[in-house]
């Protein structure tokens, strides 16, 4: 499940978002190792990051929304098919560099083969052929993933404006993604002309992947005590299940004997060899824990 | 011999008639796929609300260790807590969890579950399935760690996408008892209210 529903690239508005949070990435992540038995949400900013979190719930009702069931509603399940398997096309050139960043030749291999297919066939990307008919699925992959892979810590839980649950980590990550996309490069040649094609691109990603969450995350929030920390669980499982590779399997045991954190999970596990894994994640859009 | 041999065909015919219930339970993979099937036909779409919680509560407690997973997902506070609030608190969860996914489960119709595998975990196995969905969006991937408790199989936790459910809602729990000073009393308080149950029941 991509806990990132508003997950939208801007470049520049990321940019400015990094500029507004000089502190986060300086931070170390692991700043109380002492309590050990005390539940390690890594959130040293929970009092901000719940009030930032209750006005992205107020834009959210507001505004995402309803713009995501009129999306819903207007345009037929194929039409919005093509736009998320084209919008996971654009996503190859920077999935394949991160599976090769993390040495993952076969899924880098994929990638390359999806691209090349859906590219092509797939009339520019408008139709998932490698994933529906070649058993080639398309994988979540991002720079925030390689860096954990590469033992880099996640550092405090932080709520972006807008774009919802990150860590300083995962946000560099965008960041710079943003800057590495080739298509935002192709496009900033020309600055008058094509400079709002990446807002058009992240709004209509961010509509998209709302689209795809209305009941489960309305159901979550009707369910749970506390909606902030059950999101903040699932952010973070999410990302270390991402890292670890193995993302439709369960946490190690060990989470099981003794109290810890999904982030304490990573750690250790980062050191074992890591399985490449070929399966898609599958969607949760119908079941929650 | 032929005492013998009647003896062996007594217990064939009993073990026949015993064997998919045993064989269920001493099976990982036999609950599972034997908890799929009857999810599925208990927890449709047509069943009523009222109807689907209360079978889902036979399920529960028929096929999940309900004592550890609460004693697990009141991490450090189970120790701190009174026994009576323990045994409420045990209460409470399951209610909580039936009405949690009871909720969620009413969305299904006419998805299947299927056991893609299971192996070996150090309390018992971990058991690979996979929701198939009539749309033919992909399956849905889901794992179960169950634990051997005296022969008998019983679940432990489930996980989607690498995400536990056990784990999200120790998260959610203990962050609960943080903000309401550390005591268990504030969850339970809580639950109560979600669950509709009144205090002291």
Redesign the interface.
Known sequence: MNLLPLRLVFSHMLLLLALMLPGCAARPSNSQPSVAEEEDFNDPLEDTNRAIFDFNQVVDRNVLVPVAKAYRTVLPDPVRDSVHDFLNNLRAPLNFVNDTLQGDFKRAGQTFARFTLNSTVGVGGLFDVAGRWGQLPYHEQDLGVTLGVWGVPDGPYVVIPILGPSNPRDLGGQVAEGFADPWNILVTGNPWTLYWIPYVRGGVSGIDQRSRYIETLADIERTSLDYYATIRSLYRQRRAALIRGERENLPPPASFSRIDNPAAIVAGTNLAPRPALVSEAPNLSEVRW | MTRRSALIAALVLIVGALAPAILAAADPAGVISNLGNRALEVLGKNVPPAQRVARFHELFRQDFDVPGIAR?VL??YWKSATTEQQDEFVKLFEDYIA??YS??LA??SGETLKVTGSRA???GA?V?SE?IRPTG???????W?LTDQHGTYKI?????????????????????I??NGGQVQG?IA??RE?TGTAPGR
Request: aromatic content about 6%; glycine content about 4%.
């Open positions: 697990f991490g450090r009405i949690v909720s969620q969305a299904y975990d150090p309390e971990i690979a929701i969006a992909p399956p849905v991937k889901v794992e760690r432990r936790d489930v996980a989607v996408d690498g995400i536990s459910m056990a784990v999200t809602q120790r998260s959610e729990f203990s962050s609960v943080q903000r969850l809580m639950l979600k």
